[in-house]
């Protein structure tokens, strides 16, 4: 490990944590799973696609809704705050 190259040891962080946002998913963690797919820049996409894989019950769909609108509306007011 301490002989890895630089582009390497990235990678493999960049899983765990790929991993750990996953594992966060699963869960029911929404939030934080979210927070950290966004750091990794995979973001919205591989949060719902992540729950078309897992299915949940009802009352898991609406903490998932809530944390895809919350997150939704963060990304909203960034994009329109970089306008002006």
């Given at each position: 490990?301490t002989?890895?190259?630089?582009?390497?040891?990235?990678?493999?962080?960049?899983?765990?944590r790929?991993l750990?946002?996953?594992d966060l998913?699963?869960?029911?963690?929404?939030?934080?799973?979210?927070?950290?797919?966004t750091?990794?820049?995979?973001?919205?996409?591989?949060?719902?696609?992540?729950?078309?894989?897992?299915?949940?019950?009802?009352p898991?769909?609406?903490?998932f809704l809530i944390?895809?609108?919350?997150?939704l509306?963060q990304?909203?007011?960034?994009?329109m705050?970089?306008?002006?």
């Amino acid at each position: 490990m301490t002989d890895e190259v630089p582009q390497e040891k990235e990678y493999r962080l960049y899983s765990i944590r790929n991993l750990y946002a996953f594992d966060l998913f699963c869960q029911h963690r929404f939030e934080d799973s979210l927070i950290i797919f966004t750091q990794l820049g995979t973001g919205l996409c591989c949060f719902v696609v992540v729950f078309i894989i897992v299915q949940f019950d009802i009352p898991e769909y609406e903490t998932f809704l809530i944390a895809l609108y919350a997150s939704l509306w963060q990304l909203k007011i960034v994009q329109m705050e970089s306008k002006y």
